[in-house]
């Protein structure tokens, strides 16, 4: 029996985004609390979702990364995984491809709150609908490539 192929992970430029901007406010308070940053909350989140990302890498397939119609019957194809309580990551993959696509993690001001506006479910679902990011794979694929293309061009430090 031939074992499968281990899964790609991609980051589109919105969950690289929010992750970079979650790194710069730990290396802040990495500065300003060399002693106790590890306790403060935006360093845990950090945690969990490196967790996370480890966790759905794994196997993306798993029935507790499914959404349901949570983002209504149209988005079924897009999958979450819950940490925290009020966080979640969003996430498309291809079982063809072995390719799994980070697309956006939510942050302090859109945990998941039922019926508010500022809900992560209802943010997520806005940006799908606006096209960023985009809901077609193909799409969200070509997106993500070039990110990931862009940033090994930059210069490294």
């Not at 897009?78 to 072995?98: D, H, I, N, P, T």
């Not at 799994?100 to 609908?129: C, E, H, P």
């Amino acid at each position: 029996m031939r074992a499968e192929a281990p899964w790609k992970v991609y980051q589109h430029p919105c969950f690289v985004a929010q992750v970079k901007a979650l790194r710069d406010e730990v290396t802040a308070l990495k500065h300003h609390y060399p002693d106790d940053y590890r306790n403060k909350a935006a360093t845990r989140l950090l945690a969990a979702i490196n967790k996370a990302r480890k966790e759905i890498s794994a196997d993306p397939t798993q029935a507790k990364y499914r959404l349901g119609d949570t983002l209504g019957a149209g988005y079924r194809h897009w999958f979450r995984a819950k940490f925290l309580g009020q966080y979640r990551l969003f996430f498309r993959y291809s079982l063809r491809e072995r390719i799994i696509i980070l697309a956006w993690v939510n942050d302090s001001q859109t945990k998941r709150a039922y019926g508010n506006k500022r809900d992560a479910y209802k943010v997520f679902g806005a940006m799908l609908a606006s096209g960023h990011p985009p809901d077609d794979w193909e799409t969200l694929l070509k997106e993500t490539i070039k990110q990931v293309s862009l940033s090994l061009c930059e210069p490294q430090p």
